[in-house]
């Protein structure tokens, strides 16, 4: 089935479950889950800061693999989260994405949230929305 699982995490309560999720369908499988996080180049933090929480998010899903007894990797890069997910999602050789359908910048108003969209439209693997 799935061997490497994508998880791009924002630190949103969405993104958060998607690990989670990620984390028990590598269980299943005997997969591999790959916790990313790309920093936007758009913030003005300074980028310490943005790193160490993009590490926070990070550790909570690994922490949880752990748990799980599944295998678990993490990236972070510096970029634009729009353009940069398919430079992810080749690095890391995913089989399938699991997203969260609303990060932190996502209205709840709207059906999808902008990154999931773009992920969809511009990612050619199997996309697992969490809703």
Known sequence: MFEKILVPTDGSELATKAGFQAVQLAKKTNGKVIVTHI?????????DELESKGQEYIKT??????????NCESMIIYGSPKYDIVTLTRKSEADCIMIGTHG?????????GSFAQNVIKTIKLPIILIK
């Not at 920093?39 to 980028?47: A, G, K, R, V």
């Not at 932190?104 to 999808?112: E, F, P, R, V």
């Open 104 to 112: 932190k910048t996502g209205l709840t108003s709207t059906l999808l």
């Open 39 to 47: 920093i936007d180049q758009s913030l003005t933090e300074p980028y």
């Open 61 to 70: 899903i690994i922490d949880n693999a752990m748990e799980n007894e599944v």
